[in-house]
């Protein structure tokens, strides 16, 4: 038994459904780029998959619209993968468990991928429905957007014939996107040469951070778990003698960091100094953050878990210069909201996410999303980690480099869509330029005379494990874009 197949739009779940069946986290993106290669190729319609898995499907105007101009219908093939400490699922090789809770859908310890799973499901529907009036469509599916828009940057565009693009890539039904801020990727990498020394493992566990998307609420200015636990190492390091045998956090750049832990070989005798001084920054840390992150904890442990005693079975703690390196890095590296626009209140101009940090043999990283709707201030951000690194010892890299998506005064299918929105809701639609980066930069910058707008159906907490899409949305937003395609004719 399916769990969604007494939901409508009956096509868009059934394929929902069907894609969250197949794991497709960011980098794993094959099986789910096949399987619409095989939906293309069932129905007769003309597809290109390129070498990285993004995926062009072409489908022939309907009747009395074949000679109207193209329209693209865009979203992103893969998902955040987060789950809950005791959920199973392996996402390289598991699909997802999925519920209904009255008019949400989600999935059970994992997110759900309703970014942008449902703009996939969406797309697949229009193009298996013979029925509706559309002009021809273009189905773009682009893959690794949740790591730097990776797909997107290696996409050849050249075969796209439209300059209309309807990009499902939005979650609060009812606001429109009409520009975004430019980000990229920036991997700070500091060596971790290791030493014998004698004393006691334990470890610090920051958790229950409420996390988030790095770009849509970085603004509510929360914790960072990556932030708190460098802290927390800084006040020890004052007080007590220890060397850091590991630290680690987070696995998406561009998801706030929910929950850090650090390995320590404390030196004989300073157990209760260094619970004592855990105590006091739980109380200290956990009552600044109440209002946003009511969950958090900051616990320490005399005894390793299971799971931390096997991620450093056999491995020597770090020298002090490279571990005080870290520390130091973790306690000062600029992070959160840096600056809010002049022009239009309310909207994050340039901020920045420590999303990862991992500890490996010998080097210990930080990885950051870096995002601007400024181009010089994106700069001055990576130009400010260089300097903080390389004054530690460490070396830094960039990736997923994307441009800013620039707001267009005369958009005609802005007006469209809007007017579309006003006759069908009877409620005045929200156009708004935002701090998270989409895709309609990158395409934008390759297509010159691109115009689009992203927008899509109410889904919340996403990227955690909290992430739900809300049903009734999805259908008026599905309903909607079918009204917006019959429109362009």
Known sequence: MRVLDNLVPEKVFYYFEELCNIPHGSTNTKAISDYCVNFAKERGLAYHQDAENNIIILKNGSKGYEDSKPVIIQGHLDMVCEKEADCTIDFEKDGLSLAIDGDYIYAEGTTLGGDDGIAVAMALAILDDDTLEHPPIEAVFTVDEEIGMLGAVAMDCSSLKSRLMLNLDSENEGHFLVGCAGGMRVDCEFPAERRRWNGKLVSIHVSGVTGGHSGVEIQKQGANANVVLGRVLYELKKKADFTVVSVDGGLKDNAITRSARAILMFAPGQEDLFMDILKEQQGIIEKEYHKTDAGMSIEGFLELSKEDAESVDGVFPMTDVCGNAVITALRTFPWGVQKMSKDMEGLVQTSLNPGILETKADTV?????????????????????????????????????????????????????????REMYKKEPVMEVIHAGVECGLFSEKMPGLDCVSYGPDIFDIHTPQERLSISSTKRIYEYTVEVLKRLK
Not at 375 to 402: F, I, M, N
């Open 365 to 421: 990283s930080l990885v950051f999303s870096v995002r601007s709707s400024v181009a010089s201030e994106k700069e001055e951000l990576y130009d400010r980690l260089v300097c903080l690194t390389e004054s530690l010892g460490g070396k830094v890299s960039r990736s997923g480099d994307y441009p800013a998506w620039e707001y267009v005064e005369d958009s005609k299918l802005r007006t469209l869509m809007g007017d579309t929105y």
